[in-house]
């Protein structure tokens, strides 16, 4: 039975002294949602970030029942921690070693300030005011929850997903404050396949007759829109093998009926269980903030630098250690995109070791393969 964990909140900024984003947004105080598990150390040394996928939250691992003011959308499925097989004593990341830390991201829907969080300023939900965000603004309050827990130097960052993107930037726009960096089926820079696979998730929860702009609390959700954004997402996030295994061990449901189209197999009903249970335990308005973070990402253009060498050049003289994943059936963060990371990481002369895990399970696969990662972040956190 997992250990019950409990969220922890950190506020910072005021209307006196507010949060200035990166592209112009101004935020007059926020919340960040945060778990810890292990313990710090006497010089507090043996810290790690971890940094979480799209959709998932800040509860990596243990039993938690509920997070104040999340309500509704912390459904039973997320009462367990998303990275239970990967966090704990002789795990992955051992507790018996270190403290381990995840937040969820500004914007979030887990207790994190986001759109649905209320301004200040209208007494009313942020809604469509809610401003954008970028990596380097995740990065930036991320670095300011570490300064309140009195820690310099991590020990490690470490994410898997958009979470490897966030490690990035955070290693490479404050390199003295991280040791090691491990990137998980993550990529440098958004491809255009990505991009407008983004765009068409956008395209969905934007023409969903409900949507109105993003300002839809206390009406109607979205739910149609955001439902086909996970269902577009979804194919690539599991290989289409996985899905058609899984697909076949359900019968399509009497009620799988739209307007017109009646649902013909278990495939089509397979996604369209996901896409409906999906918008149980998700936000519209925070899914568009990280997949717009996602969509414009480029880790040089976050880090401040003129080219990537410049970039990695910070991490070079830092002396940081850097392991990256690639899944070879990934169809989300193709392999070739951690090659060019790693292209770039070797062209400035950093200490990088690139794995690729043999795996038919998809870009899934570090939520679901603990066996096939554990060994090399062992080796790099212990090196």
Known sequence: MPVETHTRFFETGSSEDPLRL??????????????????LNADRSNAIFLFHALSGSHHAAGFNPAIEGVGD???????DGWWEDMIGAGKALDTGKYCIICANYLGGCYGSTGPA???????KPWGSAFPAVTTADQVEVFVRLLDHLGIDTLHAVIGPSIGGMIALTF???FPDRVRNVIAI?????TTVLNRLILFEQILAIENDPYFNGGDYYGAKAPLYGLALARMISHKTFVHLDAIERRARQDVVQPDDVLAWYRVRDQFQSYMLHQGKKFVRRFDANTYLRIIDLWSRYDATHEGDAETPVDLFERSRLAGQRWLVFSI????????????????????????VMHITVHSDKGHDSFLLEPDLYTPHIKWLLGK
């Open 185 to 189: 089926a993550a990529g440098y820079k």
């Open 117 to 123: 969080s209320v301004n200040p300023q209208t007494g």
């Open 171 to 173: 290693a490479t726009r």
């Open 328 to 351: 070879d059936s990934d169809f989300c963060f193709y392999p070739e995109e951690q090659a060019e990371l790693v292209k770039h990481l070797e062209e400035a002369k950093v200490d």
């Open 22 to 39: 990166r592209d112009g947004g101004v935020l007059p105080g926020i919340r960040i949602a945060y778990e810890c598990w292990g313990k």
């Open 73 to 79: 959308l912390w459904q039973a499925e997320m009462h």
